[in-house]
């Protein structure tokens, strides 16, 4: 082995040094995507499809609720059933004078909800109530001043009773007379009577008052029609009386 073989033998390692056989040489270009495995390809489409269910399935219950709500609005916007409420009413006036009626919410309030003077007599009342059937029609005009005013307080009403005219109703406030008589009722609901004339005068029967006070329904079936209707306790009786309040065409 000649000197320069020796050298060469030495030498050599130490300037260039060994390369490692299996790193790998670093990449420059461009980095390659991961692909996945079939299975996991699988498993993604069907989580895919699921979600695609459930979003199908919440836009169905959601067309659904819409309709559930136009349904419920469909209802709501038709015409409400008339109204039905309990008051105590009373049918009252002097033997030669004419006929009140009076509503009240209870038997306790002396500030009635309704105080109407009636031209009907109280003898002619008392006779028609005879026959067992009185109704009592009060008929206003819709003119442009009343149109838009609660039903029960229009001042003057024209009067039927039992399909003939019989003058007018005036709608009254409760004078110190009224309150004096509703505070002496007021301890009875139902029942029919005389109260004796405190004026000591020679003709106290004229001034006594005859009343008869009762359980009415009332019925509000729109704001032009209002109607109250006895109760009648006795199931035996044939005794009607209805009262009307009807707002009509001029």
């Not at 300037?15 to 461009?30: D, E, K, L």
């Amino acid at each position: 082995m000649t000197k320069l073989d020796v050298l060469r033998r030495y030498l050599l390692p130490c300037v260039s040094p060994p390369t490692n056989p299996t790193a790998a040489p670093p990449s420059t270009g461009p980095v390659s995507k991961k692909r996945l495995s079939t299975s996991l390809r699988d498993d993604i489409d069907v989580q895919d499809s699921a979600s695609s269910s459930a979003s199908s399935s919440e836009a169905t219950s959601f067309a659904a609720a819409v309709d559930s709500d136009s349904d419920y609005l469909s209802v709501a916007t038709q015409p409400p059933r008339p109204s039905k409420t309990m008051v105590i009413g009373t049918l009252f006036g002097r033997r030669k004078g004419h006929v009140w009626f009076c509503v009240q919410h209870d038997r306790l309030s002396v500030k009635p909800l309704l105080l109407l003077e009636l031209s009907i007599a109280t003898s002619q009342l008392v006779h028609e109530m005879g026959s067992g059937l009185v109704r009592v029609a009060l008929e206003c005009p819709t003119r442009p001043e009343l149109k838009s005013c609660v039903l029960r307080s229009v001042p003057v009403w024209t009067m039927f009773c039992n399909g003939r005219k019989l003058g007018f109703a005036v709608r009254r406030s409760a004078k110190d007379e009224t309150r004096v008589m509703l505070k002496k009722l007021e301890s009875m609901t139902v029942g029919a009577g005389v109260l004796p004339s405190e004026s000591g005068s020679g003709e106290a029967d004229l001034d006594e008052v005859m009343y008869m006070r009762a359980n009415y329904e009332h019925v509000v079936g729109s704001s032009d029609s209002e109607s109250f209707h006895l109760i009648n306790p006795d199931a035996n009786s044939a005794q009607e009386l209805s009262i009307f309040l009807l707002r009509t065409s001029a």
